[in-house]
């Protein structure tokens, strides 16, 4: 099972949210406990947000970047009187919803473009211009990838600090 992050794992690795579980030897009530004393102990720092089965972990605002992660915990009680957790490292909502707003202009960008050159090839007309649009998008969605990897990247420090406070929760 894998619940530590490295950060030598985290550059290397191609996913843009990092994930992982784990299963803890503590009760979700106790869990929730902890999270919730942990929650005074650190709001200097951190903001802490508990709803049903769900822990969120925040970087406060006064020390938030456009990079700076959030940890969303997902606690799952099992019949042994342990809990299985989940966990995700995700971009801040705004950069979140941003991105994914760019890739469906630039997916409907390609569509668009490689129905036109179909239908120009189809009509024995020049592609020329469509086939440049389309390959350009490609381009974009590479670069989109790219300039995502620099912000976790450039976030990875506080995603150290967010999982040292997890840990603090369920150790």
């Known amino acids: 099972m894998i619940y530590t992050i490295k950060t030598m794992e985290l ?8 994930r992982f579980h784990k299963d803890v030897d503590l009760s979700f009530s106790e869990i929730i406990a902890k999270a919730t004393r942990i929650k005074e102990e650190v709001k200097e720092d951190y903001r802490v947000k508990i709803s049903d089965h ?3 972990l925040f970087i406060i605002l006064a020390k938030r970047r456009y990079y700076s992660p959030h940890l969303h915990i997902e606690l799952t009680e099992k019949d042994d009187k342990t809990t299985h957790i989940k966990c995700l490292f995700g971009p801040d909502q705004t950069v979140w919803t941003f991105f994914m707003f760019l890739h469906f202009i630039v997916a409907g960008v390609f569509l668009v473009f490689g129905m036109f050159a179909l239908s120009d090839w189809t009509l024995k007309t020049s592609v020329t211009k469509d086939l440049i649009i389309t390959c350009l998008m490609v381009v974009v969605w590479i670069l989109l990838y ?8 450039n976030g990875r420090h506080q995603i150290m600090e967010l999982m040292r406070l997890f840990l603090k929760i369920v150790e």
Do not use: E, G, S, T
């Open 146 to 153: 790219l300039i995502a990897k620099q912000i976790r990247y």
């Open 11 to 18: 550059d290397n690795n191609v996913v843009l949210r990092p």
């Open 54 to 56: 769900h822990i969120f």
